[in-house]
């Protein structure tokens, strides 16, 4: 049975409450979580407290805490990816509560794409703004949410959200357009 087929067996056994199933997915699963959370953490300030191995750890201990029926490997992987995300707007906010920094300053889109080193503040009007779209378009939303903050190509992206290359490639150039808008009106 390929990896792809045997994550999917053991999801759906530990879904089904067989600790014996944890236990085998973990190996099964680790590398790519860990891949992903580097891509995650490339948006972050550099002198983040976080580290992608403790993103990971962090997001597995919430995953495995639901009480969900994992369906697929890409159901699980899209799950993952909304947690580490969650984590890190957590740890931005704070952040940004201890700085006590004053107002908060915006940026565009394009530029956020093209900065390696986020500043929480602009992490958050990010944040704000995917929201927004997310609540107006959800697809459109979720193929942010994996170009952007997960560093997933545009096919990675079609597997998880069973979708064409295409309508990702259409919904990623729609998302940058509608986002670029959103936070030049905000500012």
């Avoid at 990010?126 to 096919?155: K, M, N």
Wanted: charged fraction near 30%; glycine fraction near 6%.
């Amino acid at each position: 049975m390929s990896s792809i087929g045997e994550v999917t067996r053991l999801l759906r056994a530990f879904s089904q409450g067989d600790r014996a199933a944890e236990a085998e997915l973990i190996p099964l699963v680790y590398d790519e979580l860990r891949r992903r959370a580097t891509g995650y953490m490339r948006f972050e300030r550099p002198d983040h407290t976080l580290q992608a191995t403790g993103l990971v750890h962090e997001a597995y201990l919430k995953l495995v805490d639901q009480e969900a029926n994992w369906q697929t490997r890409s159901h699980f992987f899209g799950v993952a990816a909304q947690q580490m995300r969650r984590i890190l707007l957590d740890y931005a906010r704070k952040h940004k509560a201890g700085k006590r920094a004053g107002g908060e300053q915006r940026v565009s889109f394009e530029d956020a794409l093209a900065v390696a080193d986020t500043k929480p503040d602009e992490l958050l009007a990010i944040e704000d703004a995917l929201q927004r779209l997310a609540s107006e378009y959800p697809r459109q939303g979720r193929v942010v949410e994996f170009r952007f903050y997960g560093g997933y190509t545009e096919e990675e992206v079609a597997k998880i959200l069973e979708i064409s290359p295409e309508t990702v490639k259409r919904d990623w150039k729609f998302a940058k357009a509608w986002l670029s808008r959103e936070i030049r009106l905000t500012k």
